[in-house]
């Protein structure tokens, strides 16, 4: 049979028109993020460069450090490079525009190459901390550069040296905490070197929820932590060196989406 050549449906892609083809009662997550109600920004990074009208880029300098830039591998990473000075960082960062009230989704997937003496966040945070440094200041008894942030944090140089969903709220009744997941989550006891793993994390309103893999932190999900979701938040990636061996991270995509 010929495929049938007219368009056939013409409503704007809403939640509503969704309900409608799918059923009262279905679940639509997968879908909801291509609705008009939804804002969506995807950065697969292809292309000749990354495009800085998306990313502001930044290292602290050194030998070997280089911004994140388009890498040759395929399809669509880009990689940067801490450098050989201790203490070395890089970072990328978006536009604030997004909001725990709009009820923001952020995904990324990522690898290092190294995965000792390291010092990486990804996530969700109010603008740049300061003159490379991080997000996130100390895990073990959490304290924050941020005001605003819900970050995935791995740092050797802490006690605590698994991997942390931490997050900060700038409203009183939401402290400064970093919940460790790495004991009930399987398989993120660490960053598998030279492997791709997934972040991704839901702010709605105040409450924070994050996923590593695929697997949920329970932790989050006992609404342990929280952001101010009137504060504007960016999409953020840092990595830092904790000695004199340079670290590459690879970034292979970013999307960011919520309410319109």
């Known amino acids: 049979m010929a495929r049938n050549p007219y ?14 083809l799918m059923g009262v009662g279905k679940k ?21 460069a990354i495009n800085l009208d998306n ?15 388009t890498n040759v591998q395929g399809p669509g990473v880009v990689r940067g490079a801490t450098g050989t000075t201790d203490n070395g960082s890089i970072s990328m960062i978006g536009p604030l525009q ?16 190294v995965v000792t003496s390291l010092h990486l966040e990804v996530g969700l945070i109010d603008g740049v901390p300061a003159s490379n440094t991080g997000g996130v200041n100390d895990i073990d008894t959490p304290t924050f550069y941020a005001a605003d942030g819900a970050l995935v944090a791995y740092d050797t140089d802490q006690t605590a040296t698994g991997l942390h969903f931490a997050t900060v709220g700038s409203t009183t009744g939401q402290p400064d905490q970093a919940t460790a997941f790495t004991s009930t989550v399987p398989g993120a ?29 329970p932790h989050a999900f006992d ?13 953020w990636v840092y990595a830092q060196a904790r ?18």
């Open 7 to 20: 368009p056939t449906h013409g409503h704007p892609f809403s939640r509503t028109e969704l309900r409608k």
């Open 28 to 48: 639509f997550e997968w879908l909801d993020r291509f609705s008009r109600d939804t804002v969506f920004f995807e950065d697969e990074f292809l292309g000749d």
């Open 55 to 69: 990313w502001a880029l930044a290292n602290s300098g050194g030998a070997g450090a280089a911004d994140f830039a």
């Open 98 to 113: 997004w909001y725990g009230d709009s009820n923001v989704n952020f995904e990324i997937r990522f690898k290092v190459d």
């Open 189 to 217: 006891t660490a960053i598998t070197l030279a492997t791709f793993h997934t972040v991704r994390i839901a702010l709605r309103t105040n409450d924070a929820f994050c996923w590593f893999d695929g697997k949920p932190v």
């Open 223 to 235: 609404a342990q932590g929280h952001v101010e979701g009137g504060v504007a938040l960016a999409p």
């Open 243 to 260: 000695n004199t061996t340079t670290k590459l991270v690879d970034v292979d995509y970013i999307k960011v989406w919520q309410d319109r």
